[in-house]
């Protein structure tokens, strides 16, 4: 089954003990991206990934590192977590822009993170 | 910049009910994409639909359809004869074709809250 997989789903930490999300796709999709979602401010991008060894930062990236060592892995660190990185995150892949079209983005279950 | 505005934050409509969830954005590029997705209370994100800004088409998919009007920037999403299953958070979201480095960010709305009460 074509997916979008991450681990943990749920996860209560507490300030600045390093964690990482991680995000796997069984799609051979080339770009990867995550995202966070915060009630009245809808989702947001952290970072993207173009495809191995190529990241970039989306609108969010302060507080977070990602790393795209394999085409299907597309990690989210955060080495000194904060309260404010309380959300719930998406991890999302899509084949990448062939000809300039953009496919549909195929999304995790998402992760909810709570930083004590 | 882009910008996805949905103005209903939330709607409350009776089974069989029609319902249209507005959905209007903002873009400078002559190509983009948009599309609509839906967050059930479980919380994943469910793909509705794509639709790039060279098809004007209207599209139905069952008891689904959206309405695409390039001249007011809007692309409207209704739902035909709602059901209890259709509530859901949905989210309309733009992706402009030309993005630095390649990015191919989806800009999102604040999403609607639709809840179909039996």
């Known amino acids: 089954e074509a997916q979008v997989t991450q681990n943990p789903r749920y996860l209560i930490t507490v300030t600045g003990k390093k964690l990482t999300v991680t995000c796997s796709q069984n799609?051979?999709?080339?770009?990867m991206s995550w995202y966070r979602q915060d009630p009245g401010l809808g989702l947001r991008q952290i970072y993207y990934?173009?495809?191995?060894?190529?990241?970039d930062k989306g609108d969010v990236p302060e507080g977070y590192k990602v790393s795209r060592k394999e085409k299907r892995n597309f990690p989210l660190i955060l080495e000194s977590p904060s309260p404010n990185q309380t959300s719930l995150y998406f991890c999302a892949s899509s084949p990448g822009t062939l000809a300039g079209v953009h496919n549909e983005q195929f999304f995790g279950p998402g992760t909810r993170l709570t930083v004590l | 910049a882009q910008k996805v505005t949905q103005a209903q934050t939330e709607i409350s409509v009776v089974e069989k009910e029609d319902v249209t969830l507005d959905c209007v954005y903002e873009t400078r590029d002559t190509t983009y994409y948009l599309f609509w997705y839906k967050q059930p209370p479980s919380g994943e994100l469910v793909f509705l639909i794509r639709r790039n800004s060279f098809d004007e088409q209207n599209e139905i998919s069952g008891r689904y359809s959206w309405n695409f009007q390039k001249s007011t920037s809007s692309f409207n999403f209704t739902i035909t004869a709602s059901q209890v299953v259709d509530s859901a958070v949905y989210f309309c979201a733009l992706s402009e074709a030309q993005q630095q480095g390649g990015s191919e960010k989806l800009v999102f709305g604040k999403g609607t809250k639709l809840t179909v009460n039996p």
């Open positions: 990934s173009m495809n191995v060894e190529v990241t």
């Open positions: 799609m051979n999709h080339e770009y």
